[in-house]
Every structure is written in C-alpha cells, then in structure tokens.
C-alpha cells in the first residue's frame, strides 16, 4: 500500500487510535458482552490531494490487502437557514436582558411543546444525574446564558469563528435557569462539547466523546453529511452520518458502552427507504461488502436515535408551516427516523436576531433544522434519564429511549409537504415519557 500512496503524495494513519494494537485495546470494555462488537482497528484514513482521490481509491480496491476504500464527501451542521445579527443592536446599554421563556413555546405542554412543567416536579427533572456531549465544530462558553454547567471542549480545538450553531445547541440543552434569557431543557445537565478539528474527523470525535462519557450520558451528534442523492445544490440529499461504515462503528462503540446517541436526521428531503441507500447505492460508494444499509430496519442497527424536523403550531412567532407536528419540507424520512421535534422557530442562546449587541448576550429565535430538533430530543432524554437514576433505577439504553419514543408522544400529523407516512415520528411529551421510563424495569430484576 506504502507504494500507491507514495504516488499520488497521500499519508495513512490509523483512524481511532496510533496503532491497531492501541485500537484494540480502547475497544475491548465496550465490545465486552455487546450484542454487535466493532473492530475499529480496521479504517485507516487517508489525506490526499482532491483531485487524485478517485484514482487513489481506485488503486487501492486493487490491493489484497484492501477491502474498500471510499471517499466521504464534506459534512457540515444540520441547520436549515442561519439566521443573522441583528445591524442594529437591539440592546440598550447596560440594560438587562430580557426573559424569553415566553418565546421557548417548546417547552410548552404537549402537544405543543414537551411539557418541560411535568418533568420538574421530579426530583432529578433538571437532568443534573447527566452528562450531554455535542459533536460539532464551535462554541461560545463565555456566554452569559451558559455559565453554570458549561464544561468547554474536551476533545479537539474549539472553532470560535463559527460558534454560533454549538451555542445555540447548549442553550436548548442546558441553558442557565434564571431569571433573563433562555432557559434549558436540562439545565442541571453538564454540558461538554467534542469538536471536529484539524486532524480530529466526525468519527473520531464521536468515540473521543464517548470515552469522556459514563453509561447512560447523551452524546448528541449536530452533523450531516451528503449521501447518494445529493445535487450540489446547498443540503439536498444531505443525510444521517451514520449511512458511512465508519460513522456506524463510531455510533455502536459508543452505544456498546451504555451511551444514549442522538443524532440528526439530516435536511436532505429524502426518503431512508428509498433503494439508493441499500446495497446499490453503498456498492456504488465503495464500501465494505459486509456493510449493511443502516436505514433498513431489517440490518443490524447502530443504536442512535435519529430524529426528524416537525412543524411548530402555527402561528409560533407569527410563522406558519404547516400543521404542527408535520414534516418540513427540508427534513428527512423513512422507517429508521425514531422522533421528532420543533425543526423551526427554536428560540435559544446564539446569532443575535432575537437580541444582539455584545455576542456573549446574543439570542435568537430562529434556530432550525435537525440541528434545532435534535437538541430538544437529547433534552428529553437527558431529563427522562436523570429522574430515573435519581430513582434508584438503572440508565436506559438508547434502543430503549428509541423504543419510548414510538410509544408515547404527540402524533405526527400530515401536512403540506407530505402525509403522516413519510415518518418523522412524534414529537416527545415528558408526562407520557417519565413515567413511562420509570416503568421499565431495572437491570437484573
């Protein structure tokens, strides 16, 4: 192999680790008593000049010592329109800022919001028994609606030119409970972020993240990546990341270790369960032969819950897309999409279109996207879990929680991008959620 990548200028390195043998190792607590064990000593990545790629890959399905080299195309975050700072400041000097709970209608109760009310009458509804992990690429931690469980950046360099989206993230997650501002789903959550960086790809940051996480944390995933039907043009046929094998291997050793994963359906506007993404379509990209279509219900599933965009109650902001709880026209679809949440309107810390100025007091309430919906997910399921373990009982899975999620909630509606059959699932309700994951019975009994 060393002779092919000579040629076209290209370097290899071991993608989760400095060896095999050190891969190896960082496995073996998660593979042990894992239904689905993952070898991750097998991916190596490989940086090349662009436009020697498909020649290099073509090489490379030569080598015996080979079987499958493929090109990941770019990924970026799962925001649907990025809203932009207000020109004017909308601040008055030293003034304070102003409470936006108002705005937050997803915490509103259900069906609605997800009745953020009910979960606070338990103890541990703050989420405070959980730890949440996003996997992106910036943050704003200095922000002043972010001060209380904000634990920064423990994996990668925080990407501070583009922090924005990840703020926005924390704010829905685990914004600060007081008396301005946003305030969080699980404000009590510690909140840490595990950022794509220079040599640190999506992949590695997913099980960087996972070895800082404990059974039963969330670790969220705010990316999407163009698959097989993407046109070029902006995130059409953009889809979930774990459609790529070694995404999947990332997911599933996390998952193996007792971690909750959320990840974004994407706003691709495709259909999962389309041909493309079976065996044709993964062929076509180059990958393993053994590697299953992860969208296909019937293959070995990775364990994340992946969540759709649904509409907001019409009128949210003076907006109307459609019938609350329908799909937007941007989000994703199909069989595998477990649940759903606001994928428009989201009001939350970062931007400065709802209130700008100083960018450690910026807020928005056009957040959007899977980006936007996922958060609101991780957040249900961070205070779900956290009333449970508070309880006594033991952490759910995230299979469990994906499970929950297709038994309890507001019913997704049809709507004028598509019926109720193009599943984006339901929207979360935590008075049918909590009581329903306390009910599950513990390990061992």
């Known amino acids: 192999m060393d002779d092919v990548l000579s040629k076209y200028s290209a370097g290899s390195r071991q993608l989760f680790g400095k060896t095999s043998e050190d891969v ?33 890959a073509a090489e490379l399905r030569l080598l015996d010592a080979v079987s499958a080299a493929y090109i990941r195309p770019g990924a970026a975050a799962a925001i649907y329109s990025i809203p932009k700072p207000a020109k004017k400041s909308k601040r008055q000097t030293n003034a304070t800022t102003p409470n936006f709970r108002n705005n937050q209608g997803y915490l509103d109760a259900a069906p609605a919001g997800i009745d953020i009310k009910f979960a606070r009458t338990y103890v541990g ?9 996003d996997v992106e690429w910036g943050w704003h931690f200095t922000h002043e609606d972010l001060k209380e469980n904000a634990s920064g950046v423990i994996s990668g360099t925080n990407d501070n030119s583009d922090d924005a989206h990840g703020t926005a993230v924390a704010g829905e997650i685990s914004g600060d409970s007081n008396k301005f501002g946003i305030e969080g789903i699980a404000p009590g959550s510690q909140f840490m972020a595990s950022a794509i960086s220079g040599d640190i790809t999506i992949a590695e940051a997913i099980t960087n993240a996972a070895d800082a996480l404990s059974k039963g944390d969330v670790l969220l995933i705010e990316v999407h990546i163009g698959g097989p039907e993407s046109t070029g043009n902006g995130q059409e046929g953009y889809i979930a990341v774990e459609w790529w094998p070694e995404m999947f291997d990332a997911i599933r050793y996390a998952v193996n270790k007792g971690v909750v994963v959320v990840e974004a359906a994407g706003n691709g506007a495709v259909d999962f369960d389309r041909p493309i993404y079976g065996q044709e379509g993964r062929e076509a990209a180059g990958f393993p032969s053994d590697s299953l279509n992860p969208f296909d219900m019937s293959n070995p599933q990775s364990g994340a819950i992946i969540v759709g965009a649904g509409a907001p109650p019409p009128g949210t902001h003076g907006a109307d897309y459609g019938a609350d709880r329908s799909r937007l026209d941007f989000s994703n679809w199909g069989a595998r999409v477990d649940v759903q949440a606001w994928g428009r309107e989201v009001t939350s810390t970062g931007y400065g279109d709802l209130l700008s100025g100083d960018e450690n007091s910026w807020y928005t309430d056009t957040f959007s996207g899977t980006s936007s919906a996922s958060p609101i997910v991780v957040g249900a399921v961070a ?36 019926d109720a059959s193009q599943r984006i699932g339901n929207r979360p309700d935590l008075s049918q959620l909590v009581p329903a994951a306390l009910d599950v019975a513990s390990e061992g009994n």
């Open 383 to 418: 205070v779900a879990q956290s009333i449970r373990v508070q309880s006594g009982r033991s952490p759910l899975t995230g299979e469990q929680f994906a499970q929950l999620f297709r038994q309890t909630g507001s019913a997704q509606q049809d709507g004028p991008n598509g």
């Open 24 to 56: 190896r190792k960082r496995q073996l607590d998660s593979n042990m008593n894992a239904r689905h064990p993952v070898d991750l000593s097998r991916f190596r990545h490989i940086d090349a000049p662009v436009d020697s790629m498909e020649d290099l």
């Open 125 to 133: 509804g703050d989420g405070a028994a959980v730890k949440v992990a």
